[in-house]
């Protein structure tokens, strides 16, 4: 089986890869982080949305790439950087006094004069009830910022956001960007195979400060209930969409995630251990980058968080977070906002 990517369902997307890869390298240099195959260029076999009729993309007016040189130094952008609103994944909330998503990057970028934050979702509820949640905290995010914001969504915390936008129009002018960073989009095979029992477990176990679930947190990321979705919604022409997926070598899954990327490689090689390339992929969208890291690496900081006691599991965690998260900012920055053709997944 070959490292291109496939899938049954087929995102049409701009691949802005060389754009975007010229960013992370002048950011990841100016940090002074060693060379890497962070950012991998697997063939693509979804095809490109630029010639699909009406979509602008970055293609459309002032092109990213003659604006790429702005991107030597942080807040290069000034005046033009978006706020941030990175929204948790399953579990999320349950588990963030002890690792969230980018937890040291957010820090260290906020340092540096970035606007991020979190929206801490429930980690054991359904897409509509997250939905709802996440209304009230973008609705505040860009009151108090008095400006759009970008929502990264990170795993099943991009379909909560997907959800949001659908289900309250009132929030589409407060978002300018939807990001999926290794977003669950169109669902994951695991989901399917997960037991009542284990689904029972998840919602009603008791965890010191996290609410009992609605039930919906693991159906809502089962590929027909998502694919579905996508083919029944609309997601607004207002938005614009970008995509952050993993696909890593074999060798850079952490031992304790190598069962579900074996799982999944049954179908696609090019997984992060919990979900399939074309299904992070945001329809429409802006596709970024394709992570040399494992579902968990490109945004939780699990073995700096834990050191040496979580390594014989959570051996392959090391990732350059930072520089990730402030080159999408920056990439974000330097283009204008894309009017979308539409966002109906297809088969």
């Not at 459309?60 to 941030?84: E, F, H, M, R, Y």
């Not at 689904?199 to 039930?215: K, T, V, Y």
Request: charged fraction near 20%; proline fraction near 6%.
């Amino acid at each position: 089986m070959n490292e291109t990517f496939s899938g049954p369902v087929t995102p049409s997307f701009s691949d802005r890869r060389e754009a975007f890869s010229s960013v992370f390298d002048r950011l990841r240099q100016a940090s002074g982080v060693v060379p890497g195959e962070y950012l991998r260029t697997v063939p693509l076999s979804i095809p490109s949305c630029a010639s699909v009729a009406g979509y602008g993309g970055a293609t459309q007016g002032q092109s990213v790439d003659n604006n790429i040189d702005q991107a030597d130094s942080p807040l290069s952008a000034k005046g033009t950087v978006q706020p941030v609103l990175v929204v948790s994944g399953l579990l999320g909330d349950s588990i963030k006094s002890l690792v969230a998503p980018v937890m040291f990057a957010r820090t260290k970028l906020v340092l540096q004069g970035y606007a991020i934050d979190m929206a801490w979702v429930s980690g054991r509820s359904g897409c509509d009830h997250n939905a709802r949640q996440l209304r009230e905290e973008v609705l505040s995010s860009s009151d108090r910022h008095g400006c759009a914001i970008t929502l990264i969504g990170y795993s099943k915390g991009c379909a909560d956001a997907m959800h949001m936008l659908v289900n309250y129009p009132e929030t589409q002018s407060s978002v300018a960007t939807l990001v999926s960073l290794a977003g669950v989009v169109g669902g994951t095979p695991l989901a399917d195979k997960v037991g009542g029992l284990t689904r029972a477990l998840l919602n009603s176990i008791p965890i010191p400060g996290a609410a009992r679930g609605d039930g919906r947190a693991i159906a809502d990321l089962e590929l027909r209930y998502r694919r579905n979705w996508l083919r029944t919604n609309r997601l607004p022409d207002s938005v614009r969409y970008a995509s952050v997926i993993a696909a890593p070598k074999a060798v850079k899954v952490s031992r304790i995630l190598r069962g579900g990327y074996e799982m999944l490689s049954e179908i696609s090689l090019a997984n992060d251990s919990q979900v399939i390339d074309c299904d992070a992929i945001l329809p429409y969208s802006e596709l970024l980058a394709v992570a040399n890291a494992d579902h968990w690496a490109i945004a939780l900081p699990i073995s700096r968080r834990f050191g040496r006691w979580v390594k014989p599991f959570v051996n392959h965690n090391d990732y350059p977070r930072t520089v990730l998260l402030q080159a999408i900012i920056e990439y974000l920055a330097l283009g204008p906002v894309p009017s979308n053709a539409g966002s109906v997944y297809t088969t």
